[in-house]
């Protein structure tokens, strides 16, 4: 296990379970983005079929634990909430990076100035392009 969130369950009220644990684990090992068929390839050899997974998602994601995005794809996808980053998706291939740079103070301010809204409390930013190599049959 490359993290232990075993600490994590319990400070949100959820059983430690190696089903859980197994979940969480695949989202510790790729920093990126993934949806439930993803993790159910990446579990098959644990027998862990996908309704447990989707419901899994589905707690944790109510749980704070995990964040779902909106990544205009026909499945949800989702990443841990305690990673602040977004993403560039290539409209092409469904390629996703990630990226760190956030400077959504001032965006924000401007959002607020003559808004019904007091105050924003969260953000996820998708960018959509395409990418280098998909661009490359463009010319």
Do not use: W
């Amino acid at each position: 296990m490359s993290k232990d969130f075993s600490h994590m369950l319990k400070e949100k009220g959820l059983k430690n379970t190696p089903t859980r644990r197994a979940i969480l684990d695949v989202f510790s090992a790729d920093c990126k983005p993934v949806n439930a068929e993803y993790i159910h390839e990446k579990l098959k050899k644990t027998g862990i079929n996908l309704v447990t997974i989707y419901r899994t998602l589905e707690s944790f994601e109510h749980a704070g634990i995990l964040k779902r995005l909106s990544l205009n794809k026909s499945s949800a996808y989702y990443e841990l909430a305690a990673n602040h980053h977004h993403h560039l998706i290539c409209t092409d291939c469904g390629t996703i990076e990630g990226f760190k740079e956030c400077d959504i103070d001032d965006v924000s301010r401007k959002a607020l100035k003559d808004s019904k809204f007091q105050m924003v409390s969260g953000h996820s930013l998708e960018l959509f392009g395409m990418c280098k190599k998909c661009s490359k049959f463009l010319v």
